[in-house]
């Protein structure tokens, strides 16, 4: 699997949009981007998932860019209970372990 | 929302001592998987079980742990001699079929906290 590479903390105002980074360079073209969150040691939380297409869904945006080498994850309004650390992983569709690196940790702060 | 079921939540043993962390995926989950997160590190690949037979295992997963799907709900792993370095928060893992078919990827039961002494 690729190897992505995500900054290790970001602080981030209630209410306001929490924008995560991700680099992803050598990933292949089938593979996923799937995001990830962990609050306080409770067990990971899927968030959204793209392959080449920016996707939407009731918690998060994910933009992919063109060339699919980054993306970011969007959390349109954060609220202090979106304080975690966020996993950026790729995958192929065969699926098969996911390898966890260690994250970007946000702080919404009030 | 289905969940995945982790019992127990914490569990206290003596070093030496076996443990069973069990576990109830989803129903119509397929695949099941084990993870450990020792206290301030990253998440870590266990073992993957798919149709009543491991399909990976990490190099963690040395000859003092199994896993094993008794009865077609429960899915359990074992340490047959615990460890002081076994310490750690054990999470399980199931998905219902390839994965990237699903929408949710993988989802995680709330973990069993273990604590060797």
């Known amino acids: 699997d690729a190897k992505t590479t995500q900054p290790p903390s970001m602080d981030c105002a209630e209410g306001r949009a929490a924008n995560l980074p991700c680099n992803h360079s050598?990933?292949?073209?089938?593979?996923?981007v799937y995001w990830y969150r962990q609050i306080h040691s409770q067990g990971p939380q899927y968030i959204i998932h793209?392959?080449?297409n920016n996707e939407t869904n009731e918690m998060a945006s994910l933009i992919i860019t063109e060339d699919r080498k980054s993306s970011t994850l969007i959390l349109p309004h954060a609220t202090l209970r979106d304080t975690a650390v966020y996993y950026c992983?790729?995958?192929?569709?065969?699926?098969?372990?996911?390898?966890f690196g260690q994250g970007t940790e946000l702080s919404v702060k009030p | 929302e289905p969940e995945v079921t982790q019992t127990p939540s914490h569990q206290v043993t003596q070093m030496g001592q076996e443990v069973i962390l069990r576990c109830v995926p989803i129903?119509?989950?397929?695949?099941f998987y084990w993870y450990r997160q020792i206290l301030g590190q990253k998440v870590e690949f266990l073992v993957s079980?798919?149709?009543?037979?491991?399909?990976?295992k990490s190099e963690i997963f040395d000859d003092q742990f199994s896993v094993e799907r008794p009865d077609g709900s429960n899915f359990t792993l074992k340490i047959r001699s615990t460890k002081l370095e076994d310490s750690a928060m054990y999470f399980c893992?199931?998905?219902?079929?390839?994965?990237?078919?699903?929408?949710?990827?993988?989802?995680f039961g709330s973990g069993t906290r273990l604590t060797v002494v």
């Open positions: 079980f798919y149709n009543n037979e491991i399909s990976e």
């Open positions: 992983i790729v995958i192929t569709p065969q699926g098969g372990k996911l390898i």
């Open positions: 893992a199931s998905t219902p079929r390839a994965f990237a078919v699903s929408n949710y990827g993988y989802t």
């Open positions: 129903s119509n989950h397929l695949y």
């Open positions: 050598t990933i292949s073209g089938n593979e996923y």
């Open positions: 793209g392959l080449k």
